[in-house]
């Protein structure tokens, strides 16, 4: 059955519930999505778990397109996406205002797909205006093929926050047969983006082949902490219709996050915070002196203390670590009680860098690192999909990614029965080339034109 999907006009854009609901106010409107979060955690609402409390979920995927200009031997589209065709802008902008209706302003959106840089540059660009125009904070995820300095320049001008870069040796790119001789790409697309005012993010699928190498990569991540703000090690699933199925059992969570501690010579707390699942997720802010890695937060006791304390304080990736500290210090001058306990941790995470910190003259930057475990299409843990904090908005609402790319072909193969502003009914069939128009507008269409 095709869905009718009400596309709202441009002055409305994601604000209706607020207006509609002017006495709601929107702490309370926040405080609601952040219970609606919790809920649906179950188990995983821990002490030190920042869904629910400091956010409303990790990120949500925005596809804007099924196609890409890679065959990566990992990839997780399905064997139909490269004849799928684009979704209309319009279904885009409804599944943007969706994002904003479950989980709020400043919720971490990716622009997605496929690869999107492929979509019409002048749409890819409209789409990204319109998410920083409702207020979210839109990424870019891309291979980098067609991310030209003058497309992003264009994208950074209407409001993009991070791009993100994939490049591993799935892809089997031209130009490296290995994560090591891919550097020179890594380096290019920093080149790049230098000076757009974006945060850059580089993604890499962690498999049997480049396992050995994760130590290096995060060397060299670590050594351009000045233009990196994240890095992201996603471990193979057998999904979708890459020609790698099952990952050698040497890959899992535990071991590429020691992996990642050889590279950055220094034994990281792991559980110190937690987001969504713990089997899925792996995320911890670090800061980078002298290029030595040093965890921001290394106790999960005071972390879980601190997010119930201050938990209505919020900050994104982009912050500067002068300004998220700054805003810290005021939030805790209002709480006496806790100024030892402040001054006891800070000195905690200070101690083992003093001596990098002096060389470096007290210059630091931020480098979060980010580990995925994303479960294979046939072995679906239910707990971890109700706990995920990682969605994709789809035409019927947010849906766990693992989740989304074990059925993908149910959600991008669906014909839509799309509302424009102007009243007219687009019907939108993925397979074909062209969506068609409903039987009544093509009716007055030939009116208009035999009457002229």
């Not at 065959?71 to 004849?83: I, R, V």
């Not at 290029?291 to 601190?306: G, I, R």
């Not at 149910?410 to 509302?419: E, M, Q, R, S």
Request: charged share 25%; hydrophobic share 35%.
């Amino acid at each position: 059955m095709n869905n009718t999907i009400a596309y709202r006009a441009d002055n409305d854009k994601g604000t209706t519930d607020a207006k509609q609901n002017e006495p709601l106010s929107k702490s309370t409107l926040r405080q609601q999505q952040l219970l609606a979060t919790k809920q649906r955690m179950g188990t995983s609402f821990t002490g030190n778990q920042v869904l629910g409390r400091l956010q409303t979920i990790g990120c949500v995927a925005v596809e804007i397109t099924q196609k890409c200009n890679l065959d990566c031997t990992l990839c997780y589209l399905s064997e139909h996406s490269q004849q799928v065709s684009d979704i209309p802008i319009e279904e885009i902008y409804r599944r943007l205002d969706d994002v904003l209706k479950h989980y709020g302003p400043g919720t971490h959106v990716q622009i997605t797909g496929g690869d999107p840089t492929l979509r019409k540059h002048s749409e890819l660009i409209d789409i990204v205006r319109y998410a920083n125009d409702l207020g979210l904070y839109t990424a870019l995820f891309t291979n980098g093929i067609s991310a030209t300095r003058k497309l992003l320049t264009k994208l950074a001008n209407v409001g993009l926050r991070d791009v993100a870069f994939h490049v591993d040796s799935t892809q089997r790119r031209d130009d490296g047969e290995d994560e090591l001789t891919l550097n020179h790409l890594r380096e290019e697309y920093l080149k790049r983006t230098k000076g757009l005012g974006l945060m850059v993010i580089f993604n890499t699928t962690v498999h049997k082949g480049n396992f050995h190498q994760v130590p290096e990569l995060v060397r060299f991540f670590r050594n351009h902490a000045d233009q990196i703000g994240l890095v992201s090690f996603q471990l193979q699933a057998d999904t979708g219709r890459g020609e790698w199925r099952k990952r050698d059992i040497v890959i899992n969570r535990e071991t590429v996050q020691k992996q990642i501690e050889i590279g950055s010579t220094f034994n990281l707390p792991w559980e110190a915070l937690q987001v969504g699942h713990r089997e899925c997720h792996s995320y911890l802010p670090t800061i980078v002196v002298n290029k030595q890695v040093y965890p921001l937060v290394n106790s999960a006791d005071f972390f879980t203390d601190f997010v119930k304390e201050f938990q209505h304080l919020s900050w994104d990736r982009q912050q500067t670590l002068s300004s998220v500290l700054w805003g810290f210090t005021k939030a805790v001058a209002t709480k006496p009680k806790w100024w030892i306990r402040i001054v006891k941790q800070g000195y905690l995470i200070t101690k083992p860098m003093i001596w990098d910190l002096f060389k470096a003259r007290a210059k630091v930057q931020k480098l979060t690192f980010f580990v995925q475990n994303f479960m294979d299409a046939n072995e679906l843990d239910q707990a971890r999909v109700d706990a995920c904090s990682f969605m994709v908005m789809t035409a019927d609402g947010p849906v766990s990614m693992c989740q989304h790319n074990s059925q993908r072909d149910d959600y991008i193969l669906k014909p839509l029965d799309i509302t424009r502003a102007d009243g007219t009914t687009l019907n939108y069939q993925p397979l074909k080339h062209k969506s068609s128009t409903s039987t009544a507008e093509q009716k007055l269409r030939s009116i208009t034109v035999n009457s002229v």
